[in-house]
């Protein structure tokens, strides 16, 4: 990728070229203006300063991480399908023998610009050291579109291949100059990073689909942060990105703990629960006893009437007992209460494999549940370094606190 400088503001009075002290919408300005005895421009950003360049820091990286897996996926596609063509005839020149007329000028560009990066020492890798790594992603495209034939056996569809490319290319021009990338269009590129992945045969690697995609950065970066794969300040904006369909729909099994489980009973529908029961999904409810000194106490934390919260986990234990009611098997579908002081609330789904998710909120002395930060986990196998056991995460924390909470509870009939 290339690099530009960061977009200047105009002269002040008096400098060639200006007639206005304004600041372009979207540049970031490198100096304030002059002040009353001052000598020249004060050089320092203030605090807004700094919070946008890190907000755009931040987006570019993220788009150039799957800029550059894309890269990396197209240029070892392209090697696959045509050196096999061109390099017994043509040797350590295929790729030029590739490009052809057509694309004369851009595959000499990029002969020179490897051997300027030999004499300069910029080949640190020997694996970079042929001009294939020097392509940029819409030359890649060009080969490929010369030689559709010999593509098209791998592909279903052309055109998707096109048009996710074609998306990827303004985020590509924004990052390789530096400039300002809205997280629209970031959101936009990793959608069609994921979906390009796909049809390129790595979807086992980065997975386009599915409850929770593995994100890129994630992937590089997530031991930093065990097994947590998001943080919201409260469950809103939780569900704003992650509805409930698409925690719970699909689900092969669910265990849950808490007070009430509003996150399940008021935003799943009973009719859906009980679809997802006779699918096969097998359901542990836990709640609160709602005659439990546990409620009571925790109605004095939160200022409520008196009963209030009580009659409110019973109103959701009733309404879980009619959807196990409707079901063939009410043996795949338990609910049972604990009288234990509730410490957290947490929705493990999937738990008992590589793709699951848990949604994991803390009870906080003054805050409901809709108000509590939340944590989403990701279960399963993750990389991790030599100094790092492979269970070190939260997930298996909770997943084996629901499980002694299970064993201590009793059940609703």
């Known amino acids: ?8 503001p105009p002269g ?11 600041v ?16 020249g421009p004060e050089l320092d950003w203030d605090a807004g300063a700094w919070r946008e360049v890190r907000t755009r820091a931040q987006r570019a990286g993220r788009a150039y991480i799957w800029l550059n897996l894309v890269e990396q996926r197209l240029r070892a596609v392209v090697a696959a399908v045509l050196r096999p063509v061109y390099e ?3 040797g350590d020149d295929w790729v030029v023998a590739a490009a052809g007329p057509a694309g004369q000028e851009w595959v000499q560009r990029a002969v020179a610009v490897r051997e300027v990066s030999r004499r300069k020492g910029y080949l640190l ?50 990052v390789s100059r530096n400039r300002a990338l809205s997280e629209a269009v970031l959101n936009q590129a990793e959608r069609a990073s994921a979906r390009l992945l796909d049809l390129l045969g790595a979807a086992g690697d980065v997975p386009s689909a599915g409850r929770l995609p593995v994100d890129a950065v994630e992937d590089l970066i997530g031991d930093r942060y065990a097994d947590v794969v998001a943080v919201h300040s409260d469950r809103v904006r939780l569900m704003g990105q992650f509805p409930a369909e698409d925690l719970f729909g699909g689900a092969r099994r669910l265990d849950a703990i808490g007070i009430g489980l509003n996150l399940l009973v008021q935003n799943f529908s009973g009719r859906r629960l009980v679809r997802l029961a006779e699918s096969g999904c097998r359901v542990r409810l836990l ?41 063939r098997d009410p043996g795949a579908f338990e609910i049972q209460v604990y009288d234990e002081t509730p410490r957290f609330t947490a929705y493990l789904v999937d738990g008992d494999g ?7 909120q803390s009870y906080l002395r003054g805050a409901r549940g809709m108000e509590s930060p939340v944590l989403v986990l990701r279960g399963g196998s993750r990389v991790v370094t030599s100094d790092q056991s492979g269970d070190s995460g939260l997930f298996p924390t909770y997943r084996e606190e629901f499980e002694l909470a299970w064993a201590d509870s009793r059940p609703v009939s």
């Open 125 to 174: 890798d020997p694996a970079d050291d042929n001009v294939l790594s020097f392509l940029t992603l819409p030359q890649l495209r060009e080969l490929m579109v010369q030689h559709w034939p010999c593509f098209e056996p791998y592909f279903d569809e052309r055109r998707d291949l096109e048009l996710a490319l074609d998306e990827l290319e303004v985020t590509r021009n924004v």
């Open 24 to 39: 372009p919408p979207g540049a970031v300005s490198l100096a304030r203006p002059m002040g009353a005895g001052s000598i």
């Open 88 to 90: 017994p005839v043509h």
């Open 1 to 8: 990728m290339g690099s530009g400088g960061l977009e200047l």
């Open 12 to 22: 002040g009075e008096g400098h060639e070229g200006s007639g206005s002290t304004d």
């Open 354 to 360: 590589a793709d699951g998710i848990a949604v994991v």
């Open 287 to 327: 709640f609160l006893n709602p005659a439990s000194s546990a409620v009571k106490r925790r109605e004095r934390e939160l200022g409520m009437r008196r009963g209030e919260l009580a009659r409110s986990v019973e109103m959701n234990i009733l309404h879980m007992r009619r959807v196990r009611s409707r079901l």
